[in-house]
């Protein structure tokens, strides 16, 4: 037997070497735990207005995958939002399907919307796209009262809401924010793993520059389209969760308002972030109920105040801010660790 054959022999085997969970997944796993555990600790208005975060971040994360990956601006989301949301009442009320039947129809009826509306994107973009779909967000509400038969017009349309099994024993604001959490989720991971791959490198390539996209081989037909209808399926999807929990749809849940909110927000949470869907979500639910908490007169001027503030302080976003604090504690481990290894390095050369 060789000397290398017998070392090999009595050497133990190598261990493989654990990879630690990242300080990323990490905070998602701490997040959703948080969120989990938010029935069990709130009185049903603080669950709802959560309830409401769950719902609002699952739209915003369309947005930016619109906006913020595929630079598409876009002022007509709470339009795409809103046909989610009357997809899911007049399928829980005209046809009597479950609940969750009217999810993936939600889905399936606003991201067609985005896919026509998207077209135009092919020939124009910056302020002449903003406008065309400004004008969906403008036309939508008066088609809904428009068509009052089937949508309830003006006044409106009651929808069951889902109710809680018996055997789960908890009340039902606590399982429409769990139900709303357990649909979030797959929603997150998938936007997470299409950004993160080839999808999500042609998006970019499409937002930073479109003639290089191009020599690069990206269809801009294709992605642009894609990012509209997809964009437009997460916002139906937050609009018929939206349903669920309200259990009551009408044109003035869905003004020009929502669409100027959810953009204000997406842009506060942090463009081009999964995460920042979740800031700004929750930006979009508490800074203006605490800002009329402050002065119901001039609680739009607070909230106005607090938004230029944000832009000043953080242009980034909140999600840019914890990467640079995040890229700064990573330099100085780094710093330091090559500061502890320089004495080591020393004394080898000088034994050698």
């Not at 709802?48 to 007509?76: D, E, K, M, P």
């Not at 936007?191 to 499409?206: D, F, Q, S, W």
């Not at 209808?229 to 929990?245: M, P």
Request: net charge positive; charged share 15%; proline share 5%.
């Amino acid at each position: 037997m060789s000397a290398r054959a017998a070392t090999a022999s009595v050497s133990p085997p190598k261990r493989r070497a654990r990879r630690r969970p990242s300080a990323r997944a990490l905070a998602w796993a701490a997040c959703l735990c948080a969120f989990a555990a938010v029935p069990f600790l709130f009185d049903p208005y603080r669950v709802g207005q959560f309830t409401l975060v769950v719902i609002y971040a699952v739209a915003l994360l369309g947005l930016n995958l619109l906006l913020g990956y595929g630079g598409q601006i876009s002022l007509g989301h709470g339009a795409f939002f809103a046909i989610g949301a009357y997809a899911a009442a007049i399928t829980i009320d005209r046809t009597g399907l479950p609940a969750l039947a009217a999810l993936p129809l939600a889905a399936l009826a606003s991201g067609l919307a985005g896919a026509l509306v998207g077209l135009p994107a092919l020939r124009i973009r910056g302020i002449y796209l903003a406008l065309v779909t400004l004008s969906v967000a403008l036309v939508v509400p008066q088609l809904v009262k428009r068509f009052d038969e089937l949508t309830g017009g003006a006044q409106g349309m009651q929808v069951a809401q889902p109710a809680a099994p018996a055997w789960l024993g908890l009340e039902d604001d606590q399982f429409l924010h769990l139900l709303c959490l357990a649909v979030a989720l797959p929603l997150f991971a998938l936007a997470a793993n299409l950004v993160r791959g080839g999808v999500g490198r042609a998006l970019l390539a499409v937002r930073e520059n479109e003639l290089a996209a191009v020599a690069m081989g990206v269809d801009l037909a294709r992605y642009k389209t894609a990012a509209f209808a997809l964009g437009a399926a997460y916002a139906g999807v937050g609009g018929a969760l939206f349903t669920f929990v309200n259990g009551f749809v009408a044109p003035e849940s869905f003004t020009l308002a929502l669409s100027f909110g959810f953009l204000a927000a997406v842009v506060v949470g942090g463009l081009g972030t999964i995460a920042g869907a979740v800031f700004g979500a929750l930006f979009l639910e508490f800074v203006p109920v605490y800002a009329s908490d402050v002065n119901e007169a001039l609680g739009g001027v607070i909230y106005g105040a607090v938004l230029i503030a944000c832009m000043y302080v953080l242009p980034d976003g909140i999600a840019g801010l914890g990467r640079r604090i995040g890229s700064r504690l990573h330099g100085r481990r780094a710093t330091a660790g090559s500061d502890a290894a320089a004495p080591q390095v020393q004394t080898k050369r000088e034994e050698e």
